[in-house]
């Protein structure tokens, strides 16, 4: 069971436009969500995060919307840049003892200069 | 700031051998830290929950005596993947969390990249 999707596995955008990458959860547990960016051979790289407390967290480029009745999350990226190609995951957690974090399949963004 | 290294960057070994993995963090005390593995064009998939101290907390369908855990300190944790196979192959990822500004986040290493021939 897929608590967390991402089903998008890839999106292509022109650089100075605006990314949109979604990413749908099923656990209304989760209290918690962050986007990693990934490139090949290396490991994540935090991004940004958001409690379920908010509904919106931005920091420079990227904006993580949160709309908890429709359990998704969306993370905006603008203006996007070819630096940004990478695959992108969104996690969700729970706070608690164990809080790990479950994530998404992955979407691969690619900008095209 | 948070800062999290792994060692070896990529090994590849014979079959039936034993490969140590070693995941640091290098700027903070990681509580917790954390084994995942990533397949080709899949998602990262939770190995082990590990801390410090303490037994590691396996996921299911993972060997515990195969991929033996060690989180000796608040700064170091290693995965020994036992008498390595072929299928074992793998992109293995650690992640710690104890630093940064949320409380939550994990910081990943830069993965270990494992080939057993």
């Known amino acids: 069971d897929q608590q967390v999707k991402q089903n998008s596995p890839s999106l292509s955008v022109q650089e100075g436009r605006i990314s949109i990458l979604n990413c749908d959860y099923t656990n209304s547990m989760f209290d918690y969500f962050l986007w990693y960016k990934k490139y090949p051979a290396e490991g994540p790289t935090f991004l940004i995060s958001?409690?379920?407390?908010?509904d919106k967290n931005e920091d420079g480029r990227f904006t993580v919307f949160l709309n908890k009745s429709a359990k998704h999350l969306s993370l905006h990226i603008v203006p996007s840049q070819p630096g940004d190609s990478a695959v992108y995951f969104c996690a969700a957690g729970r706070s608690g003892s164990a809080r790990q974090l479950t994530f998404g399949s992955g979407t691969q963004l690619t900008v095209l200069p | 700031g948070a800062v999290v290294s792994q060692h070896p960057s990529r090994v590849i070994c014979k079959s039936g051998t034993s490969v140590k993995i070693e995941c640091r963090s290098l700027d903070f005390q990681a509580t917790t830290m954390f084994w995942y593995r990533q397949f080709p064009k899949q998602s990262l998939m939770l190995m082990a929950t590990?801390?410090?101290?303490?037994?590691?907390?396996?996921e299911q369908g993972v060997e515990k005596d195969k991929f033996l855990i060690n989180h000796a300190s608040l700064t170091l944790s290693t995965l020994t993947v036992t008498s390595a196979h072929p299928e074992d192959s793998s992109f293995y990822i650690c992640?710690?969390?104890?630093?940064?500004?949320?409380?939550?986040?994990?910081?990943f290493g830069p993965g270990t990249r494992l080939l057993v021939l």
């Open positions: 590990s801390n410090e101290g303490s037994k590691a907390t396996y």
């Open positions: 958001i409690s379920s407390i908010k």
């Open positions: 992640s710690a969390r104890g630093g940064g500004n949320a409380v939550e986040t994990q910081y």
